[in-house]
């Protein structure tokens, strides 16, 4: 009766590693894997590059703004060329056609801006491809180990629990993956496209004050 209660309490379990649980989804699971090393490459390529195109001196526009109202032009364009941020790009721009109309200005300048942003958003409409690919590749997973459970039970004419079950986790796991993949490449995808936004938001004051700088006569 003891030993009956004993093997009751503790039945044998067999515990998967990451690495075996992830192979048991399946062939479908390489493709699923391969998106999300894309994904992490993508998202960390593009965060690295915002962060080196973005960041500036707090002042830097403050600088240009004082140089060009004493007339300096030359330490205006010193301080644009030596900053290596996307705000220093656009603004080398607009100093580069000073001289010229001011409408021919705001238009170089705003073409200046739309490359900026251009190369900001470069690969980042794949992690919005991945976001919905991903899913997508985890659910034929998911549907073609169910075909394949049903396709055993018809041609051995036996309903065993243990099959259904133990085979529906398998493929199940390609659906829990592939869901995972997305989440995380739609997150990313956001999250870079919000700091873009931000930069615009930035850019177009930084160059509406270097335009009204040009409007005041130098001192």
Do not use: C, W
């Not at 649980?21 to 479908?28: D, S, T």
Request: proline share 3%.
């Amino acid at each position: 009766m003891q030993t009956m209660i004993l093997q009751i309490a503790a039945p044998p379990q067999d515990e998967l590693t990451f690495i075996e649980l992830m192979m048991k989804g399946g062939i479908v699971m390489i493709p699923i894997l391969l998106l999300s090393l894309a994904a992490i490459y993508v998202a960390v390529e593009r965060y690295l590059y915002l962060r080196s195109a973005i960041t500036r001196d707090n002042n830097f526009v403050s600088k240009i703004t004082r140089s060009l109202s004493t007339g300096n032009i030359a330490e205006a364009k010193r301080y644009a060329q030596d900053d290596d941020s996307a705000t220093g790009n656009i603004i080398s721009a607009g100093i580069d056609s000073i001289g010229r109309p001011m409408r021919e200005i705001e238009s170089l300048m705003e073409s200046a801006t739309n490359i900026e942003v251009a190369m900001m958003e470069r690969n980042t409409g794949y992690l919005g491809i991945i976001a919905g690919v991903a899913p997508m590749l985890g659910f034929i997973g998911t549907i073609t180990g169910i075909i394949h459970i049903f396709y055993n039970i018809s041609i051995q004419d036996n309903i065993n629990i243990g099959v259904i079950s133990g085979g529906l986790y398998e493929k199940m796991i390609t659906s829990g993956t592939g869901l995972g993949v997305g989440i995380i490449a739609y997150v990313a995808y956001h999250l870079l496209q919000l700091r873009i936004g931000r930069f615009t938001l930035q850019i177009q004051k930084d160059v509406f004050d270097f335009l009204r700088s040009l409007q005041v006569p130098a001192k």
